[in-house]
């Protein structure tokens, strides 16, 4: 492609690092489609004859087919770009010389890359709204299900366990919206800008921006060439959305243990030990947590390769490919077995009621003083020394003796008497976005809306 200037071929040694086809070959399809159009537009312009259009188009269907037949496997070159264009001069000849006509690997590549990114993001975005689908339907099957809510890892108040797991699907649906707003981005066309400075033919980059189904075409060739904003926000966006799995995955491992047997994995999504015959290992989850780091890794190696590159074009950029496509392919692998085990969990309902404890009711509690005309603070610090009253006795809080709660302060007799039960408890939070039903109930129909296929709220 390049070896014109030179007396000789590169090293051995220059090849093995410089060469990109195992990495690049993916984008093959890219490649012909943005070589498609590029056929057109050098029509349009008369670089191309209608003859010579027409058997560059049917040449590069033919090269198409080659490569879905397996032509990229073994193949020497550099990289798929010099693929696609050797593979078209065995269809069509010398001919097939003209189809770079104004044209770098530069604007190729950005073009390329930016395809097969919209095309990634619309599968992740499906898995991701699967996942949350399956997250939203064992909530619906747990509205009923309480058990302690957890801050800093001590229980809190008692919840609906619907509402725990609605908890994990909110921030799926800002990985979407994320997503959503990221691909804008990508849908920016840098075809047609050359090298660096645009190409030396007026080629109409509105035409191939509709051709190539993008948003808008780039304003500036040297930007274009050298912009990899949208890699590293696509990144960002992967890896929050990766630890937000992890997250999750995080809270089923815990839950999942014997110490406290809230749920239990399916079979067929469990793992086993090589040496101890009792256990059921949540490798699944496990697993996504690590995956999270991976994806984290590519993120940073991105950043660190941009950060002091000048405008334009460097050889540099060839590692955000590796990067990027392992991102995707390890999400790719992460969420469809992470909804499986999601869809196959058994809840322990007994369990879950069984970790609740009379402390989880001290804000109740709090709130009934508020009622009785004491202030919050005051309330807050009473009910603390009834706290304190029911561990020194070894008793549950709503156990303490009325007469000790009374000599506390007369209104925490009466308070205690009023507690409800569990539900009782649970519906006292009635706000928008608190654990009464009604409110899960709301946040099952908004999730519902956000999560259909293929649309982004």
């Known amino acids: 492609m390049w070896g014109g200037r030179f007396a000789l071929g590169p090293s051995e040694a220059l090849d093995a690092l410089n060469r990109s086809l195992p990495v690049d070959h993916r984008l093959w399809p ?60 065995e269809e069509v000849g010398a001919v097939a010389g003209k189809l770079h006509t104004g044209r770098s690997r530069n604007d190729q590549v950005a073009t390329d890359l930016r395809l097969w990114t919209l095309n990634a993001i619309d599968q992740l975005d499906a898995d991701l709204a699967a996942l949350g689908r399956t997250v939203l339907a064992r909530a619906r099957d747990g509205i009923d299900d309480i058990l302690p809510g957890y801050t800093h890892g001590q229980r809190a108040q008692p919840v609906r366990w619907a509402y725990v797991l609605l908890a994990h699907a909110w921030p799926l649906v800002r990985d979407r919206q994320r997503l959503a707003d990221a691909r804008r981005r990508v849908a920016e066309l840098p075809l047609g800008s050359g090298a660096l400075a645009g190409s030396g033919f007026p080629v109409d980059r509105v035409l191939l921006k509709e051709a190539l189904g993008f948003r808008s075409v780039s304003a500036n060739a040297l930007d274009a060439t050298g912009d990899r904003d949208f890699v590293a926000e696509v990144l960002f966006a992967l890896t929050l959305a990766g630890m937000h799995l992890s997250r999750l995955a995080a809270e089923v491992v815990l839950y999942a243990s014997a110490e406290f047997g809230f749920v239990k994995l399916a079979d067929e999504f469990s793992t086993g030990s090589s040496l101890l015959p009792q256990k059921r290992n949540p490798d699944v989850f496990e697993l996504t947590r690590a995956k999270a780091a991976r994806v984290l890794g590519d993120l940073v190696a991105l ?35 992470l909804t499986g085990a999601i869809a196959t969990l058994e809840v322990n309902r007994d369990r879950m009621r069984a970790a609740l404890d009379a402390s989880l009711r001290a804000t109740d509690l709090a709130d009934l003083l508020v009622e009785a005309g004491v202030p919050f603070r005051e309330s807050h610090g009473l009910v603390g020394r009834l706290v304190r009253e029911a561990e020194r006795a070894g008793v549950p809080l709503d156990r303490v003796a009325p007469a000790v709660a009374a000599q506390i302060h007369p209104a925490l007799g009466a308070a205690l008497s009023q507690l409800g039960t569990w539900e009782d408890s649970v519906e006292g939070r009635a706000t928008p976005g608190g654990s009464s039903r009604k409110s899960v109930e709301d946040q099952l129909e908004e999730l519902r809306k956000a999560l259909l296929p293929g649309g982004v709220p």
């Open 30 to 89: 890219q490649d012909v489609a943005a070589s498609k159009a590029w056929v057109h537009a050098l029509g349009r312009v008369g670089v191309l004859t209608p003859t010579e259009e027409s058997h560059l188009l049917d040449g590069l269907d033919r090269v198409a087919e080659r490569l879905a037949d397996g032509a990229a496997v073994g193949a020497p070159d550099e990289d798929v770009h010099t693929l696609v264009e050797r593979l078209l001069y």
């Open 303 to 337: 950043l660190a390769t941009l950060k002091g590159l000048p405008a334009g074009y460097s050889k540099d950029l060839q590692e955000d490919k590796s990067l990027l496509f392992d991102a995707f392919d390890t999400l790719g692998l992460v969420l469809p077995a």
